[in-house]
């Protein structure tokens, strides 16, 4: 069986990939991950059944390739002229990508799914990993405004920013609200410039 991982690039079997994802975020978005079928992949992506299992084997290589190709799309981060603006934005957009009524269904079920699967698992972190490095940059600018002092550690800042949220939504079910998402960058923000992400000072 070949997995999702060692699919060729390129002609049809990039053709197919692709069909297979769409396929994939739109079940999912419609039934959820407990609702995730091969059969219903194959059905909407207009390939047959034996076709994905040979290529990706299960519900969990499906999601996890989706996961995959998603992480390595170009996101919007945001460039406000401030870091200030940039945590606030950052984790706002966070909140309207689960209110989305298109791509929240879709970014609920992966993190679902993360929870039951461990390779979906190591596929969702690949992609925060991934979403983190290219929100990295939002830090980078901040040192070189003078914001922000040098050696912070960006991903753990981002991460930070938008941790209140993901708490709130899948953990204690807590009401989320743009408050909540500038309070949680403020939070962010004050840590940073407090050092807290800052390496250890060697004694």
């Not at 219903?40 to 299960?58: D, F, N």
């Not at 609200?177 to 940073?192: G, I, M, P, Q, W």
């Amino acid at each position: 069986m070949t997995s999702a991982g060692n699919v060729r690039p390129g002609g049809r079997t990039a053709r197919v990939r692709e069909a297979v994802r769409g396929a994939t975020l739109a079940e999912l978005a419609e039934k959820g991950y407990e609702g995730l079928t091969v059969e219903g992949v194959a059905l909407r992506a207009g390939v047959h059944k034996t076709t994905v299992y040979r290529r990706w084997g299960s519900v969990e290589g499906l999601a996890a390739d989706a996961l995959d190709l998603a992480g390595g799309e170009p996101w919007p981060v945001p460039d406000t002229g401030t870091i200030e603006g940039d945590l606030r934005e950052l984790a706002r957009l966070v909140l309207t990508g689960f209110a989305d009524p298109e791509t929240g269904p879709v970014s609920t079920a992966f993190i679902t799914a993360s929870a039951r699967n461990p390779v979906v698992a190591g596929a969702l972190c690949a992609f925060f990993a991934a979403r983190h490095e290219q929100s990295a940059v939002i830090v980078t600018r901040a040192v070189e405004r003078g914001e922000l002092p040098g050696g912070i550690d960006a991903a753990d800042l981002v991460r930070t920013a938008v941790a209140p949220l993901y708490y709130r939504l899948f953990v204690s079910g807590e009401p989320v609200d743009e408050a909540v998402a500038d309070r949680a960058a403020a939070a962010a923000l004050a840590a940073a410039r407090a050092g807290v992400f800052r390496p250890p000072q060697s004694p």
